[in-house]
């Protein structure tokens, strides 16, 4: 028998998808974003400043190792344990939401393609959140086209020689950001590999943070490579499987990222709910005139539809079935539906939803690099159209 469900969590359950252990982390997370990433979130994002007692504070609760197996200090845990957990940070600040994602998403990248030695090396300071791995593959001439690398490595003795720049590399330029997955052309053809680059290296350059219209509070910046000498270890994986490897992780990647749509969606509804009630009309509670509660109605069946479609793609995934198109779907509703959800929410809160200091500004704000980050609305749709068959 299911267990009842806390009060407070009964708008994000999803009892086909979600055990009981997984209604118990939920509450656990949500506990700990509401007493620990909830205060200061609106401060951190108007000031631009990401914070690293936040960072550490999340790595201590065991956010960072969700995937990571047991024996390496992590969790063990399934990718729904990763959704709710990124659903409920993006409930409150999407920014520490991006920054365990990568983080979470990356450490399972060591764990496919990494050596035993690299793995019992790296992963557990990875679970733990004393070092940071960020994920080098857009660049400057090409974003969504993730076979236009013109980063090169030119193989030189037993090792290898890296020239090329990288951009929007989050979790990048942290004091704990010491290494680098980069993706780079080994061949003149389209033979592409990865490379585990450390962040000291001679060469290796991390630009200045961005200033960004969302995210503010995450660590974004561009690297630069320079001559960067590398031993034969730094090849991660086999050569020539690079582009296959980056897709095959940016394709199950878009499931946690619709997550953090549904809980940006998921705080617009809370907020907006809670002003309605509390504002007046004409002697009235705004929530009871029939326009403004149709209106939050439509929130509310937006943020459903989110949730509904993240956990059928993330139920797909744990299970071993195909997922690629549902993660591509689900990508693509979650993201668009979010931006919907923003915009009515900042409409009904008319001048606050204005203001810098709001909570859905601040959601508002962050929603618009969901339907361009994991891929664009138009990759995801050009993905699900040759799914079925048409397009090129």
């Not at 915009?343 to 200091?357: N, P, R, S, W």
Request: proline letters at 3%.
């Amino acid at each position: 028998m299911t267990a009842a469900i806390h009060p407070d969590l009964v708008d994000t359950d999803v009892p086909w998808c979600l055990s009981d252990d997984h209604r118990t982390w939920r509450r656990t997370v949500r506990d700990f974003t509401e007493t620990v990433v909830r205060p200061e979130a609106t401060e951190r994002n108007i000031a631009g400043q990401y914070d690293s007692e936040l960072a550490a504070a999340m790595g201590e609760f065991g956010l960072y190792g969700i995937l990571i197996p047991e024996e390496f200090g992590g969790a063990g845990g399934d990718l729904a344990s990763l959704c709710i957990a990124i659903e409920e940070l993006a409930r409150v600040d999407p920014s520490a939401a991006v920054t365990v994602h990568v983080q979470a998403i990356n450490a399972a990248l060591i764990i496919k393609l990494g050596t035993d030695q690299q793995r019992a090396e790296l992963l557990p300071k990875m679970a733990r959140g004393e070092l940071f791995l960020s994920f080098g593959l857009t660049e400057p001439s090409g974003g969504s086209d993730a076979a236009s690398v013109t980063t090169r490595a030119v193989s030189e003795g037993d090792g290898w020689v890296i020239n090329g720049s990288k951009q929007f590399i989050t979790n990048s330029g942290t004091s704990v950001s010491h290494l680098s997955v980069v993706v780079a052309r080994t061949s003149d053809d389209r033979e592409i590999s990865l490379f585990l680059v450390p962040t000291d290296t001679p060469g290796f350059t991390v630009g200045s943070a961005y200033d960004k219209l969302g995210w503010r509070a995450s660590d974004t910046h561009p690297l630069y490579l320079e001559d960067v000498n590398l031993g034969p270890e730094a090849l991660l994986g086999e050569r020539g499987t690079g582009f296959r490897e980056a897709l095959h992780h940016l394709t199950w990647a878009r499931i946690p990222f619709a997550a953090m749509s549904a809980g940006l969606a998921q705080g617009c509804l809370e907020e907006t709910r809670a002003f309605v009630q509390s504002r007046t009309s004409f002697g009235e509670s705004l929530g009871s005139h029939q326009s403004i509660a149709f209106d939050v109605a439509d929130i509310a069946a937006m943020t459903y539809t989110a949730r509904t479609v993240t956990y059928d793609a993330c139920w797909r995934y744990d299970h071993q079935h195909d997922y690629t198109q549902a993660a591509a779907m689900s990508k693509l509703v979650a993201s668009e539906l979010a931006n919907k959800v923003a915009y009515q929410a900042t409409q009904l809160h008319g001048g606050y939803g204005f203001m810098e200091d709001s909570i859905v500004t601040r959601l508002y704000r962050d929603a618009r690099i969901l339907t361009i980050g994991e891929g664009s609305s138009q990759v995801q749709r050009m993905l699900i159209a040759r799914s079925l068959g048409l397009g090129q």
